[in-house]
């Protein structure tokens, strides 16, 4: 009865905001107010607008001095290191002379997003034409900083994609309402990251404008990975952005209903107020290390590569429209033409493990090449994602995986080193801490009873924000989830993008990425990911080990019909299980003779504590197979 009443009220709501849009004449008059009252204020005078030196520009402009239309140059810098891809985003805003493009799917009130909105604030005041445009749906959640913001600087132009009821926030009526009236307009979401400077160089990768992405969350944090390309690539980058900027999807702030309204009330403005910082002391670290030229030569110069080809791929805002649409799936079809021509390897990072069809079709026919390519997938736990739901459909296939696909599954620890190692580097002792207290020894000492990832924190203008909560663990520490989607094929060309292979990156959501025709690159990125996969690291995934041999002949019988049916997969023993590596053994794969005397098994779901989310994950494997496309 209840459902039944909130459903019935959900069509209400959504059919009374269908009719909500704004007259012209509303638009018309927030327009006039915000030119009337804008901030025309600048801070330079000088003919550069008192850009900052940048050897990360000049290094662009070198490879596109020495291109040719027949022969590209590109200089290309992997940034798996949070702090260098922080750093390399304040140099290139404090750098540029012309124009900033930023494309997100996430922009939160935390110091992060704060830093990066101030640095561009400064940029437009400078007199740099700067442009934002963010996803509606998990971007400036608060009205009251949308308005401020379309008055800040002439040169400051902010919009938001797809807002489904033409508000900058959805409340969770709204967001019900916006399921049950609008299932496909809302379920369409534009999942692109890139900051482009000057149409000359460029970030792109998996990191969106939130604490996680680079290390400076309280509780949760990503491993994470950007590219930064400077050459003639920028160029398909400028092309892609316009493309989206362009669209009636993507809308300006004073055609938002509640921003609208909080501008024809408040005509006069107070001034945008000075930063406020939770932890001024690591801000304050990396802006100077934007500034200085031997950190940034060391840790962003001398690692980047000259290479020739590379291409920044998009897929075209036409296929949330039509998913069926060829030429809308520029990027993900591009992306499956490349796996489907692996001969010897495929590496594949991506947090969320379940397999399109279009992949499994590609997964299945590579398995079957004799001799088949080895395929290594680096991915999460449900002790390190904040993703549960998706993790319990991955947790459905497992044996799909492993026998029709060969997937070689490592899921990440929740205290993995190589992640908490990128964690210290990125954060320093705040000195307004307690003296006998520092930021690094304060949360890397996490209770047990507390759940990291639950921490509700006040915005930029008061605002509350909550993140999504991640499973309890039986363990205490710093706790880290995977977030970077990138892949290297046979060792020869590698891409770092937003795609991460699944239903919702193939058929919804728009995504982007580079692809580097670099052997150098490739070797590296392969180095990278297959870090994460080492034993101290991470569990690897193999078939359980039957206890009691025909007992566990039975049950697996039962287990594989079990996981074959779209409802009612409950059988509880299931087909594989995670590994932990014995010590003083060396790393091998399942197949190894010797594995079951080098490996232990510790359970499906090590380290999570008993807890609803352990539940709701075994009730989505049983009941949630139809819903994997979305989630």
């Known amino acids: 009865m209840h459902l039944r009443c909130g459903l019935v009220v959900a069509l209400l709501l959504a059919a009374l905001l269908q009719g909500c849009t704004l007259s012209r004449a509303q638009i018309k008059r927030a327009d006039s107010v915000v030119a009337a009252s804008v901030d025309q204020r600048r801070t330079c005078d000088r003919e550069d607008l008192c850009a900052m030196p940048s050897p990360l520009l000049d290094a662009a402009d070198q490879a596109l001095a020495h291109s040719t239309p027949d022969r590209p140059e590109h200089v290309v810098t992997l940034l798996d290191d949070s702090e260098a891809a922080m750093v390399a985003r304040i140099n290139l805003i404090r750098a540029a002379r012309q124009s900033i493009d930023v494309q997100t799917y996430i922009w939160d009130e935390d110091d992060t997003g704060e830093l990066i909105l101030n640095e561009l604030i400064g940029a437009a005041r400078r007199g740099v034409k700067v442009r934002i445009l963010a996803d509606q749906l998990f971007s400036f959640e608060d009205p009251d900083l949308l308005e401020r913001l ?170 949330t429209e039509q998913p069926d649409k060829r030429d809308a799936l520029q990027f993900t079809a591009h992306l499956m033409h490349l796996i489907g021509g692996a001969q010897h390897e495929v590496i594949l990072q991506t947090p969320y493990l379940v397999m399109s069809r279009r992949a499994q079709k590609i997964f299945k026919r590579l398995h079957r ?86 921490d509700r924190r006040p915005g930029l203008f008061g605002s509350i924000g909550k993140r999504n909560r991640p499973a309890p663990l039986l363990s205490a520490g710093r706790r880290f989830g995977l977030h970077a989607k990138s892949l290297v094929v046979d060792d020869s060309f590698a891409m770092v993008g937003s795609h991460n292979f699944d239903p919702r990156s193939d058929h919804y959501n728009t995504e982007a990425g580079v692809i580097v025709y670099d052997q150098r690159f490739a070797s590296e990125l392969r180095t990278s990911i297959l870090q994460a ?56 794969q399942p197949g190894n003779p010797d594995f079951s005397r080098c490996y232990e098994a510790v359970g499906d779901f090590p380290d999570v504590a008993i807890s609803p989310k352990l539940l709701y994950t075994r009730l989505i494997t049983a009941f949630g197979a139809g819903v994997k496309g979305i989630l």
């Open 150 to 319: 379309t008055r800040v600087s002439p040169n400051l132009h902010v919009r938001l994609y797809n807002p489904t009821f033409n508000n900058s926030r959805t409340p969770p009526l709204e967001f019900a309402a916006g399921i049950v009236c609008c299932f496909m307009k809302f379920n369409q979401r534009m999942h692109n990251k890139l900051l482009l400077v000057d149409g000359r160089i460029g970030i792109t990768g998996g990191r969106n404008y939130q604490d996680r992405y680079f290390n400076w969350d309280n509780d949760f944090d990503y491993l994470d990975r950007d590219v930064m390309v400077g050459g003639p690539a920028a160029q398909q980058m400028a092309a892609s952005f316009n493309l989206f900027w362009k669209l009636k999807r993507s809308v300006p702030l004073t055609h938002l209903r509640d921003v609208n309204r909080l501008i024809l009330r408040d005509p006069t403005p107070p001034p945008w107020p000075t930063p406020h910082y939770t932890y001024p002391a690591r801000v304050e670290d990396a802006v100077n290390e934007a500034q200085d030229p031997d950190w940034l030569t060391q840790h962003l110069i001398d690692p980047s590569l000259i290479t020739g080809k590379v291409e920044y791929f998009s897929d075209r805002p036409a296929k």
């Open 369 to 454: 090449q004799a001799p088949p390519p080895q395929i290594v997938v680096s991915t999460n736990s449900l002790a390190s994602t904040d993703a549960f739901a998706v993790y319990a459909v991955s947790y459905k296939h497992r044996k799909s995986y492993l026998n029709q696909f060969g997937f070689n599954i490592y899921e990440l620890k929740p205290h993995a080193p190589v992640a908490a190692d990128a964690y210290v580097q990125a954060n320093v002792i705040d000195e307004t801490e307690d003296s006998d207290t520092s930021l690094v020894p304060k949360l890397l000492t996490l209770g047990r009873r507390r759940y990291p990832g639950t």
């Open 533 to 588: 996969t080492e034993a101290q690291n991470a569990w690897i995934i193999a078939p359980r080990k039957p206890t009691i041999p025909v007992l566990g002949q039975v049950s697996q019988v039962i287990g594989d019909i079990s996981a074959k049916l779209p409802f009612f997969d409950l059988w509880p023993f299931r087909y594989a299980t995670s590994y932990e590596l014995k010590p003083d053994c060396p790393p091998m």
